[in-house]
Every structure is written in structure tokens, then in C-alpha cells.
């Protein structure tokens, strides 16, 4: 999952999309802990990969247009 996404030569908002539907029907079975998903926060893990994939390919697609496309990543921090 995570080399799917990290792979930015061929990054695609399908290739994201297939793998968060692929993490959507396995967490619907029940096995989403057996192939392999992180085990710790694993709804935050998943859905902060795709946000940052979703982000570096916005990127890609607007270089040629003077846009900058940040994603920032304050890592944890206290909610209530």
C-alpha cells in the first residue's frame, strides 16, 4: 500500500482511489489486520498517506502553472 502510494512516477487519483477502496472493503471483512494495513491508528495512517498522495500529485499537475502545493504534517497532537 504504502510503495503504491509513495510511488510518484506512477501516481494516479485512481491509483489512490483503488487502493482506499481496496482498505475500505477490507476493513468491511474484518481483515484488514491480517493484509497488512498498519496496526496503530489505522484510520489516520491511511487517510493521511492518501491526503499526501493526493497532495504530491496536485503538485505534479499545477507545476507548469505557478501553484505551490504544501501539505503539512504536524505529526500528533491533542484532540477532544
Known amino acids: 500500500m504504502r510503495a503504491t502510494l509513495e510511488d510518484e512516477e506512477n501516481l494516479t ?6 487502493v482506499l477502496n481496496l482498505f475500505t472493503d477490507h476493513v468491511s471483512n ?4 491480517s493484509d497488512g494495513w498498519p496496526e ?3 484510520e489516520y495512517a491511511v487517510s493521511k498517506l ?3 498522495s493526493y497532495s504530491r500529485l496536485l503538485a505534479k ?6 501553484i505551490s502545493v504544501n501539505c503539512f504534517c ?3 497532537t ?3
Not at 474484518?30 to 489486520?33: A, F, L, V
Open 50 to 52: 492518501a491526503l499526501n
Open 74 to 76: 504536524p505529526g500528533f
Open 30 to 33: 474484518g481483515q484488514w489486520e
Open 78 to 80: 491533542q484532540t477532544e
Open 61 to 66: 499537475r499545477l507545476k507548469d502553472c505557478n
Open 13 to 18: 487519483a485512481e491509483r489512490i482511489e483503488g
Open 40 to 42: 496503530t491508528w489505522t
